[in-house]
């Protein structure tokens, strides 16, 4: 019985034991102290709360376009979409906004006058929202930039009061480094 | 002789089975609190509220089933309102000393509709309800 015990419950086998423990343990830890990444998903949850706001049902809303088709340059997209870029009062990002939204319209077929636009050299106007900033560090890659923002682009196509045919082309942009990446 | 050497080897194989089971058990018991610790819970609770509030609409209510979280905070703080919403900012706390606010964008101006919470104690898993109640007022 003794010889067994000895045997087994040895040095070596305490040896083995912490080593493994300490490789479980530290992989748990690895794994539980890098934080959630949802910026991904709140980019795209922005974009599609701001397409909603600015088309209901492929018809653009009244006051980006008015009845006669004109651009409304004085649209609040965080005012009118009822969106705050404002964020907790934590890493200092209370002087630099984490947002950046962006939302480009282009020309494309005017069924009132029959006159087709070419695509991306129709840019008839576009609204902006939040750190613009945010805009180059997804257009910036490279291992160094690769945790700075998550952005989302979508484009879709919708029609203005007037019949006027307008792409849109929405980009956001989401930073809260800190809280999310480790 | 060879009675007791069986024995031996009887033991051994015994004591060995029970050691792993031992050492595998409390393995098992060092990942399941890790994955539901205090600071894990309060980090991903703060953050689906936050994503499921960006992702309402006015007059839609969620229920959010937070029964571990609860279970957490009866024995920290010892208090059920465990989630708390200022501004645009959701705050999780599950112990007097910890605490996770992560904010939302979708915060529509007074005239929109508003967030409120509600303690769900008459179904059987313990949570919160998310209403997003739509202003009379509002123009759209």
């Known amino acids: ?182 | 002789m060879r009675k007791n050497k069986k024995a031996g080897i009887l033991i051994e194989n015994v004591m060995f089975i029970i050691l792993n089971l031992v050492f595998l058990s409390l393995l098992m018991v060092f990942l399941l609190m890790q994955g539901s610790g205090i600071i894990v819970l309060e980090q991903s609770y703060a953050k689906q509220i936050a994503l499921m509030i960006d992702s309402a609409r006015p007059g839609e209510t969620i229920f959010l089933n937070m029964d571990d979280a609860f279970k957490k905070a009866e024995k920290n703080l010892g208090d059920n309102r465990i989630v708390q919403i200022k501004g645009n900012i959701v705050t999780v706390k599950l112990s007097e000393k910890s605490g996770y606010s992560y904010s939302f964008f979708n915060t529509p101006p007074n005239s929109y509709y508003a967030v409120s919470i509600q303690d769900a104690e008459h179904l059987t898993s313990k949570g919160y309800f998310f209403n997003f109640l739509k202003n009379e007022k509002s123009s759209n």
Not at chain 1, 48 to 64: F, R, T, V
């Open chain 1, 1 to 182: 019985m003794k010889k067994a015990a000895t045997k087994f419950v040895s040095v070596y086998w305490f040896v083995i034991l912490f080593l493994v423990a300490g490789g479980i343990y530290s992989m748990v830890y690895i794994f539980y102290s890098h934080p959630f990444d949802v910026r991904a998903l709140e980019a795209k949850t922005l974009a599609y709360k701001i397409a909603d706001c600015i088309s209901w049902k492929g018809e653009i809303n009244l006051k980006i376009f008015n009845k006669s088709g004109d651009f409304q340059r004085d649209f609040d997209l965080l005012k009118e979409c009822g969106i705050n870029f404002n964020v907790e009062d934590e890493y200092g990002w209370d002087k630099q906004e984490q947002y950046f939204a962006n939302a480009s319209f282009y020309g494309v077929f005017d069924i009132a006058t029959n006159h087709e636009l070419s695509d991306k050299n129709g840019k008839i106007g576009e609204l902006k929202a939040g750190n613009s900033r945010l805009f180059d560090d997804c257009q910036t890659y490279g291992e160094k930039y690769k945790y700075v923002a998550k952005c989302f682009n979508k484009r879709f196509y919708a029609v203005t009061k007037s019949g006027r045919q307008i792409l849109i082309e929405i980009f956001t942009a989401v930073r809260k480094t800190e809280k999310n990446v480790k």
